[in-house]
């Protein structure tokens, strides 16, 4: 029978169907996948659209809708991970956050997914400082040397990166590649990874790109790789910042060659610090100038000289891009690995025709030669004057940072100073070394400088301005090259300006006198009881009792015609001893000349016998005073007061010397009690033997040498170290030698041996001392000796109020030196203090704070920008405007016929009207006494502390340090010859509205509001 066919099965068919359909579809679905892999343009296309979602905006106020990097060197170095903790100290430091970028609802999903977002990164920033008027002061770029353009960078600089870390990068066949993932490379380091779960030894080929390094380097936990998650984060984030413009990548990619070569981490120097990027990386290690390198790879193969520079450069440069993997170690410990790597890929670059032979063995002739970094340090190249020395000084204080960290934030400061005045005024000062524009500006001559010695001699400048919401610092210089700032950081005696404090305290206590006793009546007057040593409150009465005219103004006029002797025939007891003073001019000796007067011409006889009934009132006036119960030896109730007045009493002072040196290391606490001491061995020896029981004598003859100049000789240190022994004194008595109150001594004896404890702990442990104080004061023998210490604890007392007083005004410094010389400048000052204090007096008794920054903004142009500015501050009042106008007139007379007459007339304004001047002028001459003689000179100073017109007001000190002091004869009227001599530079800045004039501060009602940005 014929065969019949066999019809196929239908389940057959399809199988066969779905087969080839399968097949057909694994082979178009490789083919595509081949395809993106090579061109990414589904990448691109998905990317490009997700991308460009991805927004912010910077708009005013503060946002809620902005996310800060935790993480990543970069962000670290650039401040980002820290603009949370910044804006909260500015904020609680008087500033406002006006302006911050809100991320879109896109953006902030992205970033709270892990993923870094993306934007245009900068590859050099740092700090920028600006004037008043917006003009740079300062600069600092991080790193320091890079390229502009992927243009300025040699052929074989690029080349050879790329064939050592990325080859197909910049294929020019693949517009729109995604330079993030190498498929091929990303493959085998997975097959590698495979491999390592079995061979834990296997050396892994690595997956990364340079887009993703970039990532990993700038943004990863630690600047590594963690993990497979971490890598993912990387590739993921460099992927979506590659399609940022579009989907063309080829320009980005471009950008990052660029990018990296200016960035990649290179390790640290010391010296230097942070290395990142080629430029710095070749300049930093082998000492090459990185323009020079360029050049020379840049330039076809030469001959000679110029083929071994090539060579060399050649080396350095590859060596670096290896030094990449391992910087620590290459750059360190592992430099002969690293020579044999870089000789390696030298070959390689000759095999794959990237360089000829000549270049090739030009290269591998040249021993990789780092820079000796001891001998020949890498020091960073900056040049910050004075006075943004100050301002960023001032801000890291604010941020809570350091200087080295602050320039490298990404960060804009914006200043009160005025860029062209501080210059101008720092190249006058400056000019005053030459003898020829010396003697240009009249500052040769008696009691001014002398030709031979000019250049020992330092100036220092601030010029302040008054304006809505604080004191504006305009200039702030000084012709020191030491970081040191003369206004701020210093501590000089500045002689006679000291007598304007005595001036004010002395006012202001009238003013509150008046305001106790001028609403009585002349009956009700003199039936006050007054203490026959409180002269103040007397005249106080007898002024209100006679007086047409009772108001303030006019006793505070009357106040400052009261006469005061200026002869120097009378002893005073005062700092625990018998002192003499004199005046600086002796035809003034015979003189009684009133306050204003003696303020005009600079007397010290009525300014010391001033401060002794000031010191006198003090003691009468001041709460829980001791001064009226001494004065009845037979009162019952002593030692019941007593003990009362002393646990009351001694309490209170130990809450004060507490605050005196709180937050203070041992050292500090050391020096702070020493520098209140008047030098001398006796007193020295007796708090040196008490706060070091168990030294030697040769640690005390160590000790007097550091803080007299010289050691006693072997005998009189043999009588001063058993003389002062520890059983030798009481605590009363040891502080009665040394000119200290007890309690303050025995409170630094105790912080010195418990830096651990606190206020409690020192009340709980000082209660027998507190009672020793003050229970010998009671004993009736030697009673003259006793009414001696007695008013020298009764003085020391006072001087802690009047201490009180200087302090709300400005005073800067935890302590006076309890004696009549303080008057005359011996408890010292700063410049910039007496700025303060004559800012108060222009302000009509406002204390408005300082400023000398006005605005900070970070991160400019990026998602994390935020912008700050301090607000308007309402002054202080700390003084009566009664008492500044009192003591503006007064000042105003100095210039007029005083010690700075030679400025009556000197400030005229364009329209032809005369500024309103005034001031006051000290020399001071600080030397260590030894034995009551003057020795050692330590300094000179003289000082003009002034105002020019109703806004302005600084101060000008010259000065000299050191042994040569000794024969410099300048008086302050130096520093006023040469505040006339700057007039014309000054004046135009002075005008109300001068073309000069600096912006309105920021929040104030002339200031342009911020400008918002999409």
């Not at 110029?306 to 391992?326: C, D, F, P």
């Not at 002269?535 to 015609?561: C, F, G, V």
């Not at 700057?982 to 501060?1001: F, N, Q, T």
Request: net charge neutral.
């Amino acid at each position: 029978m014929p065969s019949v066919g066999r019809r196929p099965r239908p389940w057959r068919v399809l199988g066969v169907a779905i087969c080839v359909a399968l097949l057909v579809a694994s082979v178009a679905g490789g083919l595509l996948l081949w395809h993106e892999a090579g061109t990414s343009r589904l990448q691109a296309r998905a990317l490009a659209r997700y991308a460009a979602r991805l927004d912010y905006a910077l708009l005013a106020g503060p946002s809620a809708a902005i996310r800060f990097p935790a993480h990543g060197p970069f962000d670290q170095r650039l401040g980002y991970t820290e603009l949370a903790r910044f804006s909260e100290r500015l904020q609680a430091r008087g500033f406002a956050l006006v302006e911050q970028v809100r991320f879109d609802d896109a953006l902030l999903a992205h970033v709270e997914r892990g993923l870094f977002p993306p934007y245009a990164e900068k590859t050099r920033a740092g700090l920028d400082v600006f004037d008043c008027r917006g003009e740079p002061l300062y600069g600092f770029r991080y790193p320091w040397r890079g390229y502009e353009r992927f243009e300025d960078v040699p052929a074989i600089v690029a080349q050879a990166l790329l064939f050592i870390e990325n080859r197909d990068l910049l294929d020019e066949s693949r517009p729109t590649l995604n330079p993030a993932v190498d498929w091929a490379r990303f493959a085998r380091a997975a097959l590698g990874q495979l491999g390592r779960m079995v061979d834990a030894d296997l050396d892994a080929p690595g997956g990364s790109t340079l887009a993703t390094q970039i990532e990993k380097y700038r943004h990863s936990p630690g600047g590594i790789t963690q993990d497979a998650r971490e890598k993912l984060r990387q590739m993921v984030s460099a992927s979506v910042r590659a399609y940022r413009e579009g989907e063309q990548t080829l320009p980005l990619r471009r950008r990052l060659v660029l990018d990296y070569l200016n960035t990649v981490p290179l390790s640290a120097a010391p010296g230097h610090g942070e290395v990142n990027g080629l430029g710095d990386g070749l300049w930093v290690w082998f000492g090459a100038e990185f323009a020079r390198v360029n050049a020379l790879l840049a330039a076809p193969v030469g001959e000679g000289e110029e083929r071994i520079a090539q060579g060399r450069a050649l080396r350095q440069v590859v060596a670096l891009m290896i030094a990449h993997r391992r910087p620590s170690w290459y750059l360190a410990g592992g430099r002969e690995e690293l020579a044999r790597t870089t000789d390696a890929y030298l070959r390689l670059f000759a095999e794959a025709g990237l360089i000829g032979a000549v270049l090739r063995d030009a290269a591998l002739a040249r021993p990789l030669a780092f820079r000796d970094l001891v001998a020949d340090p890498a020091w960073v190249p900056a040049t910050p004057g004075k006075g943004t020395t100050a301002v960023r000084t001032r801000l890291a204080g604010l941020l809570d940072t350091a200087l080295y960290s602050l320039d490298r934030l990404d960060a804009e400061l914006g200043t009160t100073l005025h860029g062209g005045l501080q210059q101008a005024v720092g190249d006058y000062l400056g000019q005053l070394s030459d003898p020829a524009f010396a003697r240009s500006q009249g500052l040769i001559g008696e009691r001014m400088l002398q030709p031979a010695t000019l250049g020992a001699v330092r100036y220092s400048f601030t010029l302040v301005e008054r304006t809505a919401g604080g004191n504006r610092v305009r200039v702030q210089t000084d012709t020191t090259d030491q970081p040191l700032d003369i206004n701020e950081g210093s501590k000089l005696e500045l002689g006679s300006t000291a007598k304007l404090r005595v001036l004010a305290t002395y006012l202001e206590l009238v003013a509150e006198l008046h305001g106790r006793l001028a609403a009585l009546d002349p009956p009700a007057l003199r039936r006050v009881e007054v203490d026959a040593q409180d002269r103040l409150t007397r005249w106080a009465i007898d002024h209100l009792a006679s007086a047409p005219d009772r108001s303030l103004p006019a006793m505070l006029e009357a106040a400052l015609e009261r006469r005061f002797s200026a002869s120097p025939g009378e002893g005073f007891f005062t700092g625990g001893g018998r002192h003499t003073f004199g005046n600086f001019n002796a035809s003034d000796n015979a003189r009684n000349p009133t306050l204003r007067e003696a303020l005009q011409a600079s007397i010290n006889l009525p300014f010391v016998r001033l401060m002794r009934e000031l010191v006198r009132h003090t003691m009468y006036q001041v709460p829980g005073s001791t001064a009226r119960l001494l004065e009845d030896n037979e009162d019952p109730r002593r030692v019941e007061y007593l003990v009362r007045f002393a646990d009351r009493e001694g309490q209170l002072f130990l809450r004060r010397f507490w605050r005196k040196y709180q937050d203070s290391t041992a050292e500090e606490i050391r020096s702070t009690l020493l520098d209140g001491l008047r030098p001398g061995a006796d007193r020295l020896a007796a708090v040196f033997r008490y706060l070091e029981p168990e030294a030697p004598p040769h640690a005390l003859a160590d000790f007097l040498a550091r803080r007299l100049g010289e050691p006693p000789a072997a005998a009189r240190l043999a009588q001063l170290y058993a003389r002062n022994a520890p059983e030798a004194f009481d605590l009363p008595d040891r502080g009665y030698v040394a000119r200290v109150h007890p309690l303050e001594l025995w409170l630094v004896a105790f912080r010195l041996q418990h830096p651990e404890a606190t206020l409690a702990d020192a009340v709980a442990a000082s209660a027998d001392e507190r009672q020793q104080v003050y229970r010998w004061l009671f004993r009736t023998r030697a009673k003259g000796a006793q009414d001696s210490r007695i008013f020298t604890l009764l003085e020391v007392e006072a001087f802690l109020e009047i201490h009180r007083r200087w302090a709300r005004l400005g005073y800067p410094f935890g302590h006076l030196v309890p004696s009549l010389a303080t008057a005359l400048g011996s408890s010292g000052d700063r410049p910039a203090a007496l700025a303060e204090l004559m800012g108060i007096i222009v302000n009509d008794g406002q204390r408005l704070p300082v400023q000398r920054i006005d605005t900070v903004r970070f991160a400019r142009a990026t998602p994390y920008e935020s912008a700050f500015a301090i607000r308007p501050v309402e002054g202080d009042p700390v003084m009566a405007p009664e008492v500044a106008r009192a003591l503006r007139g007064a000042l105003s007379d100095v210039v007029e016929g005083g010690t700075a007459r030679r400025l009556a007339g000197a400030f005229k304004l364009a329209d032809g009207s005369e500024l309103a001047l005034g001031g006051k002028t000290g020399t001071g001459d600080n030397r260590i006494v030894v034995r009551g003689r003057a020795g050692l000179a330590l300094n000179r100073t003289a000082t003009f502390v002034f105002y020019l017109g109703p806004r302005h007001f600084g101060t000008l000190t010259a000065y000299v340090i050191g042994p040569e002091a000794a024969s410099y004869r300048f008086t302050s009227g130096l520093p006023v010859q040469i505040l006339k001599s700057m007039g014309p530079l000054l004046i135009p800045h002075l005008e109300p509205a001068g073309a000069h004039a600096c912006l309105p501060p920021p929040l104030s009602e002339a200031a342009p509001q911020p400008v918002t940005a999409g």
